[in-house]
């Protein structure tokens, strides 16, 4: 049984820093596809960023590139993102998806998500 827990989240200010960790049991990183997601109150799911199993492929949303990286450590089975130069708008809960079949994957579509963590919140003061 595939499971994500997450940690890191907190209350940073316009320009903070924090990471993220999701510890992953039940199944190894390199056969998974890892994503970030974030929803703030009263909007949709969105997107983050993802990493490819086997961690050489990265994708973002726009908002995030050049700021957030995605990573991982294959050795701790763990996914990782860093998030630099926060502003207000990445207010929000943030969620660690994972992706455990084939087929076609869009990297940003939850419902492309087998497994879910419970969140953690981040808060972006200005």
């Known amino acids: 049984q595939v499971q994500l827990v997450e940690s890191g989240g907190g209350s940073v200010q316009t320009g903070g820093s924090l990471r993220l960790s999701c510890v992953v049991s039940g199944v190894t990183l390199g056969r998974v596809f890892m994503a970030w997601f974030r929803q703030a109150p009263g909007q949709e799911r969105e997107g983050v960023a993802a990493i490819l199993a086997g961690g050489f492929h990265t994708k973002y949303a726009d908002s995030v590139e050049g700021r957030f990286t995605i990573s991982q450590d294959n050795a701790e089975n763990t996914v990782y993102l860093e998030m630099n130069n926060l502003k207000p708008a990445g207010t929000a809960m943030y969620y660690c998806?994972?992706?455990?079949?084939?087929?076609?994957?869009?990297?940003?579509?939850?419902?492309?998500?087998?497994?879910w963590g419970q969140g953690t919140q981040v808060t972006v003061s200005s």
């Open positions: 998806a994972s992706r455990c079949s084939a087929g076609t994957w869009v990297w940003n579509k939850g419902s492309h998500y087998n497994v």
